[in-house]
Structures are given as structure tokens and as C-alpha cells.
């Protein structure tokens, strides 16, 4: 009697014993996210380490940018074109009906960011990357927002395993959900492979296309509130009154003005600093130059759930100075200068501390560049992938 094989590529997968994992990829459009990065780098990642697994990422709509070696792409549309509250019932819809229902024929399924489903159809691995809408008031939004954030809340207990980013995470997630301790994991993020340092031929280049000095103070990330880049522009009041003479430079999309996401072109107004640079938007490939150009990097955050732009910093050698606050001193170890959170009188003093003293930028530039090194997206996609092959053999 002949074996014809396999009729379906399903059942080849499990004759030949491949992982099949279904990944949401709902943020792959938008890698200038922190969910939208972590997808860009353990995808591809996850295709070098394990070539011969099958991985599906399902989508709401186009999406571009996918190798095919990376997964093959799986898309819904809505029935109708969604906006506003709309948009947000679609997006719902996708997490926990959608998503769950292509995922039913995969050995696992990743959602890389906190929408867990209520009713996973097979064993789920969802990514917590931090717990900020519940730890912080101001950030729940909405009636419809704080409904869907119990929603998910509800549904994490159902995951089979929960990656978060930091053991400062883990913790939160560990007290706030009770969850077993094993079934909750950290694995460090790291930073893309273009953050590295920069030629002086690129920081000029970089320096003239943003109209940027020679040197200066740089922060490059999001405005919202706790980000706390109030207390960056406190300390470097503090530094001109005391006759520090270098600019400051305030690099990203700049937000309208809220309660959540305030202005920093107010913030520097009403303390009298009309110098400061708001150069906005910065281009993915231009950042690396321009964390190379400058000379610190500051990063004052109040909570992360890891912290990527300080990592990202010292992968390009720039000396770092941080908060000392929930992840961040995880991220950085002995490689950066850290200041209490929202103490701008601290955070003047190392900034004159390093921007006077040459040897400590030079010491902290090689700590910074050996601490970088230890994370990598390879070491990402193995620990993510020895998750999915622990939660598929437990939850069979």
C-alpha cells in the first residue's frame, strides 16, 4: 500500500514536528512603537535561529516589509473602514476573535504585546512588555479604554506563559496577577543592530540635515508625562545659571499639548529657556548618527517597562545618565550615571559632572558599549523560542 504523504501543509508541519506559531502582528505597521520594535527584531531573529519552523503573522489590513523567509502573512479587514471608536471596536474584534480563530490550526500563539484573548483556542504566549495603564492613573483614557484594559486583565491568567522585558516587570506582573512564578519571564529587549557609533562623516551629516551644533545634550524619545522631561529642562536651566554654556537638543514628535502628553516648547517657555532645540521627528536611520553626535544622552523617565533609548545610546558609545527608576538601572548597570527620579538638582550635577570631565565620558562610553553588547535580538528570538516550545509541550 502506497503513502501518498501529507495532503495539507498543516499536516506536513506535524508530521515533520515543526513548531507552528500564529504571531499577532497588529503593530508590524508601526515599528516606531515600542510593540511595533519588539516585532521587527524577534521576527527576523526567530527566522535565523529556526529557519524550519512555520510562522504566520496575522495582520488587520496591508502590511509591507516582510521577508518570506520571516512568515507568511495572514490578513483580516474589517468589514467597514474604521475611525475613531470604531477603530478601536475593529482592533478588539481582531485581538479576541479574530486572532484566536487562525490560530486554532498552530501548535502555539504569540500576541507580542497585552492583548491576551479571553478564550485562546491554543496554548498562548503573550509579551507584557510593562503594566503602564494600570500602574498609572493618567494613562487609562477613556471609559471604552479602561473597559478594555479590564478586559485583557481578565485574560491573562488564561495565557500559558507570560514574556515580559525586565525582572522590574516581572515583579509587577507577578504581584498584581498572582500567576505562578514559572510561568512568568523575563528576556531583556536589545537594541537594533544600526545603533552602533557613527562615523564623523554621518554626524555631520545627521548635524547638518537637523540643524544641530557641534555638541550638546541630546534626549530623543516620546513626550508624555512620564517621560518626565520637565525634569530634564529644570536641570538644564540650572546648568545656564550656573554658566554651563551647551545646548540642549529635544528630539522627537512633538505632541499637542495635554495633561498626558505636555509640550516641552511650553515647558521650556515657562522656565525661560527660549535656546533649547526642538528638532522633532527624527528618522529611524538617522538616529544612530545623531546619538553618536552628541555629547550625553539623557533619559530622565519615571517608569519603563525595559527602556530602550538608553541601550540604544551607549550601543552608539554616547555617555548616558538615567533615572534611577524601575527598569532603567537593570538596562544600564554600571554603565551610566543615574540621578533620583524627578530630582533636577541631581540630575544638574551629573550633567556638569560629565560634560567637565573627559576620562569619565571616555570610561563611560567603553562601559557603555561592552553593556550593549550583552543583549542581542539573537539571544531574544532563543529564550522566545525555548518559551514556545516549553508552553506547547506543557499545554498539549
Known sequence: MSDEGPKTKDEETKRKGWSFVMINGFFWPTPHVGSGQYLHGLLPALADLAPDDRRMLAVMGEVEGVAPGWAEVVRWRPPVQARGVTAD??????????????????????????????????PTVVTVHDLIPLVLPQYRGSPLARLYFRLVTLALPRAAHVITDSEYSRREILTRFHLPPDRVTTIHLAAAERFRPASATDQAAVRARYGLPDGFILYLAGFDVRKDVQTL???????????????LVCAGGLPRDSVVTPDPRRQAAELGLNSVLFPGWIRSEDQPALLSAATVF???????GFGLPPLEAMACGTPTIVADATSLPEVVGDAALMHPPGDWRALADALRRLLTDADLRADLRERGLARARQFSWRRVAAETHAIYQRASLIHR
Not at 539623557?298 to 519603563?304: A, I, K, L, V
Open 233 to 247: 529642562l529644570r536641570a538644564y536651566a540650572e546648568l545656564q545659571r550656573q554658566g554651563v554654556d551647551i545646548p
Open 298 to 304: 539623557c533619559f530622565p523617565s519615571r517608569y519603563e
Open 89 to 122: 471596536l475593529a482592533k478588539t474584534w481582531f485581538e479576541q476573535a479574530v486572532f484566536p480563530r487562525l490560530a486554532q490550526s498552530a501548535t502555539l500563539a504569540h500576541v507580542p504585546y497585552f492583548a491576551p484573548p479571553l478564550r485562546p483556542t491554543v
